[in-house]
């Protein structure tokens, strides 16, 4: 069982940056690839950003490339989401979820990923 508490969200202006924090439970934490997902206000869940396991693939969707940083720390069980340029499109409930079986490449799929996040509120005023 894995457990995972994101942190980080609140109300920013447009062009402000905000950290995302994802704690996760379990000692085999350093396996997992993890990933970054949002949910706007009627919109389907989509995929933000994904880390492998030992932080050497990144992958990120098209609209935040450049201005969003996934990154992890394996000593402290946690993966962050760097925000930076928000835009009032960047709206959302964040989740943080982890793929615990083995994998090279991290999904984009969330299908793929097996344990979720409570999710975290962002707003970006404009």
């Known amino acids: 069982q894995v457990q995972l508490v994101e942190s980080g969200g609140g109300l920013v202006q447009a062009g402000g940056s905000l950290r995302l924090s994802c704690a996760a439970s379990?000692?085999?934490?350093?396996?997992?690839?993890m990933g970054w997902f949002r949910q706007a206000p009627g919109k389907e869940r989509e995929f933000v950003a994904a880390?492998?396991?030992?932080?050497?693939?990144?992958r990120y969707t098209d609209s935040v490339k450049g201005r969003f940083t996934i990154s992890r720390d394996n000593a402290k069980n946690t993966v962050y989401l760097q925000m930076n340029n928000l835009k009032p499109e960047d709206t959302a409930v964040y989740y943080c979820?982890?793929?615990?079986?083995?994998?090279?490449?991290?999904?984009?799929?969330?299908?793929?990923?097996?344990?979720w996040g409570q999710g975290t509120r962002v707003t970006v005023s404009s």
């Open positions: 880390i492998s396991w030992s932080g050497g693939t990144t």
């Open positions: 979820a982890a793929r615990t079986v083995p994998i090279l490449v991290p999904p984009q799929s969330s299908a793929a990923y097996d344990y």
């Open positions: 379990g000692r085999t934490f350093s396996s997992y690839a």
